[in-house]
């Protein structure tokens, strides 16, 4: 009621012409507000009619991403099995690579005159493991030869071969000790190295 009263006070204290231009402001701004109205319904109808291509929409990328999970699954899975063959492979490959060079090793040492007294594949001493341990008698004198086997050898297989030819000289005091490194894939570049740390290449 105050609030009514005091409109009606400054109404009274206005001219015609001030009305009339108050009036014509507020007619305006109801018209302005009413296209905004018409054009903020517009938009929602708009909005409303593409909601159900939206989520249709979503629910096909949905279904393409559950569709590649499944595939990224599936290969995982198969790369896991490849992985697994692979290493299976490297195993296999790995013993017969072994085998035929033990086995060819023991037959030069023969051809050039040596006498086995004995060989062991996979031969274990102090913790320490060898591909082949071979004690030979040659020209009157026991040696002991020791062979690893690797497809494609590494600088640092020499010396390893080196560390378990010195431990073997302490087991076997006097007893020349031969380090022999095979493998099928030597780089001119390892041998010379090898033959610097008076390691035998035995090519495959």
């Known amino acids: 009621m105050a609030h009514t009263k005091r409109i009606e006070r400054l109404l009274d204290t206005l001219e015609p012409e001030e009305l009339r231009e108050i009036l014509a402001h507020i ?21 409303a009619a593409q909601l159900p291509q939206i989520s249709a929409t979503l629910q096909e990328h949905q279904q393409q991403l ?3 999970h499944e595939d990224f ?3 995982h899975q198969e790369l896991a099995d490849i ?20 086995r060819y090793y023991l037959e030069d040492l023969r051809r050039r005159g040596a006498e086995i007294i004995e060989a062991h594949r996979n ?13 030979a008698r040659h020209q009157g004198r026991e040696q002991i030869y020791i062979l690893e086997v690797k497809v494609k050898p590494k600088f640092e297989d020499i010396g390893a071969l080196l ?4 431990l073997l000289e302490t087991i076997h005091p006097g007893t020349q000790v031969t ?7 030597i780089s001119q570049r390892l041998q010379r190295y090898a033959e610097a ?5 035995y090519r495959l």
Not at 83 to 98: D, H, I, P, V, W
Not at 123 to 135: A, G, H, P, T
Request: no cysteine; glycine share 4%.
């Open 27 to 47: 007619l305006e701004t109801l018209e302005t507000q009413q296209q905004l109205l018409q054009e903020l319904r517009r938009d929602t109808a708009r909005i």
């Open 66 to 68: 559950a569709s590649l």
């Open 73 to 75: 699954e599936a290969t």
């Open 83 to 102: 992985k697994k063959t692979l290493n299976t492979l490297n195993l296999t490959l790995g013993g017969l690579t072994e085998a035929v060079a033990s």
């Open 123 to 135: 031969y274990i001493f102090d913790n320490e493991e060898v591909d082949l341990y071979v004690r």
């Open 163 to 166: 560390a378990k030819k010195e």
């Open 179 to 185: 380090p022999v490194l095979a493998g099928t894939y």
């Open 197 to 201: 740390k008076n390691v035998q290449i």
